[in-house]
T-cell receptor, first 112, second 114 residues
Framework: ELKVEQNPLFLSMQEGKNYTIYCNYS?????LYWYRQDPGKSLESLFV?????AVKQEGRLMASLDTKARLSTLHITAAVHDLSATYFC????????????FGKGTHLIIQP | GAGVSQTPSNKVTEKGKYVELRCDPI?????LYWYRQSLGQGPEFLIY????????DSGLPNDRFFAVRPEGSVSTLKIQRTERGDSAVYLC????????????FGPGTRLTVL
């Protein structure tokens, strides 16, 4: 059974600081997705990572994938209040099992 | 263009009743997924359609849950004899194809079983 673990689950940080969210998964996969969810809202796709060593950046967010370590990171640079949200990573293992398995999410609060 | 839409946005029902939740995917997306999200948790996969057929229904919790997509576009998730534990937000997502394609999520239907 595929397990996806995120840490931390809760993070409070100040504006202007840098931080990294980690996503570990238990089964071989080279498909890793990051989503953002605001309170009471649906999920917004941030990044799709499809190969070992993939790195994608959008604004203050950068995501990377190490398939050998079964690890993805979401790095936040110089955080701003607008980035406060819950961030989920998700994995699919393919082979006919194309539904995503999500982590529990990282609840991020950025204080002014 | 229009995103994934879901109706109703909220549904309150009594234990034992039958409910139907509808999902209208992005036009041209052949893959459609249903997930369930409980409070404070990540979404949990229920079922995946490729075209009209359910390619993977391994996430359906029991036989009270059923989903159809008769024409390869709109899908309906059906829950019989609802239980209080079925209360959750039901999310629908669609993508251009299977495996490795970005999944776009709808706003969800919040189901409350009293």
């Amino acid at each position: 059974e595929l397990k996806v673990e995120q840490n931390p689950l809760f993070l409070s940080m100040q504006e202007g600081k840098n931080y990294t969210i980690y996503c570990n998964y238990s089964t071989t996969s080279d498909r890793l997705y990051w989503y953002r969810q605001d309170p009471g809202k649906s999920l917004e796709s941030l990044f799709v990572l499809l190969s070992n060593g993939a790195v994608k950046q959008e604004g203050r967010l950068m995501a990377s994938l190490d398939t050998k370590a079964r690890l993805s990171t979401l790095h936040i640079t110089a955080a701003v209040h607008d980035l406060s949200a819950t961030y989920f990573c998700a994995v699919d293992i393919g082979g006919g099992a194309d539904g995503l398995t999500f982590g529990k999410g990282t609840h991020l609060i950025i204080q002014p | 263009g229009a995103g994934v839409s879901q109706t109703p946005s909220n549904k309150v029902t009594e234990k034992g009743k039958y409910v139907e939740l509808r999902c209208d995917p992005i036009s041209g997306h052949t893959a459609l997924y249903w997930y369930r999200q409980s409070l404070g948790q990540g979404p949990e996969f229920l079922i995946y359609f490729q075209g009209t057929g359910a390619a993977d229904d391994s996430g359906l919790p029991n036989d009270r849950f059923f989903a159809v997509r008769p024409e390869g576009s709109v899908s309906t998730l059906k829950i019989q004899r609802t239980e209080r534990g079925d209360s959750a937000v039901y999310l629908c997502a669609s993508s251009l194809g299977r495996g490795g394609y970005e999944q776009f999520f709808g706003p969800g239907t919040r189901l409350t079983v009293l």
